[in-house]
């Protein structure tokens, strides 16, 4: 690969919670301007400015990166981090991730959307959302202790998670007030009227299962 398509790729598997700061904005515009030393720089600095822990195929790419661009001083810099992250934090973070250390035994994720995608797509085969969407209404499906319901409405789907309940008045906790978006078409904005009616549909679809859950 040519280090622009390695940054390219470097880029795409950055956490969106990273991706208003200043130095990612910036290695966007130097990959642009085909000014790679400084598009790998960029990233460099976004990383180690976080004080989070990016992943080792970060790292491992940047430092191929600069290795093709005889950028040894930087090559060698992020493979340090690859050491670092193993001495602090004592496990691998996968591609697309970054570790944040909140103290010695808690630890909170970021995870790039490209990354969230591929989970999703893989679930929704496994569902056989295809088959799912050729008819309106609601659908249950289960993975052990959680789930999801899906809504199907003309080709439009809302994704509600629950959990299996530990509590004997219900058989589900739901996470619906929470929902600001479709999932088909992704992110388009679920407005108040659709989700007062698609909240009262659900009750009522509860209601003939029966399906206890803490949705009122």
Same mark, same amino acid.
């Given at each position: ?13 950055? @956490? =969106? /919670? ?25 990233? &460099? ?40 992250? =193993? ?5 691998? +973070? ?10 010695? +035994?808690?630890?909170?994720?970021? %995870?790039?959307? &490209? &990354? ?5 797509? =893989? ?33 439009? &789907?809302?994704?509600?998670? /629950? ?12 996470? /619906?007030?929470?929902?600001? +978006? ?6 388009? @904005? ?7 009616? %698609? ?18």
């Amino acid at each position: 690969m040519t280090p622009a398509a390695i940054l390219r790729l470097t880029q795409l598997y950055v @956490p =969106e /919670f990273y991706q208003d700061s200043k130095h990612f904005k910036d290695s966007k515009e130097f990959l642009e301007h085909n000014e790679w030393g400084l598009a790998l720089e960029s990233l &460099v600095e976004m990383a180690t400015d976080s004080g989070h822990y990016f992943s080792e195929a970060f790292w491992l790419e940047l430092a191929t990166c600069a290795e093709k661009m005889q950028m040894a001083e930087q090559a060698d810099y992020c493979r340090q981090q690859v050491i670092r992250n =193993e001495k602090e934090v004592g496990s691998k +973070t996968p591609n697309g991730w970054t570790t944040i250390k909140l103290d010695d +035994t808690h630890y909170e994720h970021k %995870i790039a959307e &490209v &990354v969230e995608d591929k989970w999703t797509n =893989e679930r929704h085969k496994k569902d056989n959302l295809d088959k799912l969407l050729k008819q309106d209404g609601f659908y249950l499906k289960s993975y052990g202790r959680a789930g999801t319901i899906y809504y199907i409405d003309n080709g439009r &789907v809302l994704e509600i998670s /629950f959990e299996m309940s530990g509590v004997p008045q219900y058989d589900l906790l739901l996470f /619906f007030d929470n929902i600001e +978006t479709w999932s088909i078409p992704k992110g388009e @904005p679920l407005n108040m009227n659709d989700k007062t009616k %698609i909240r009262e549909q659900l009750l009522e679809w509860l209601k003939a299962k029966p399906i206890k859950t803490d949705l009122e």
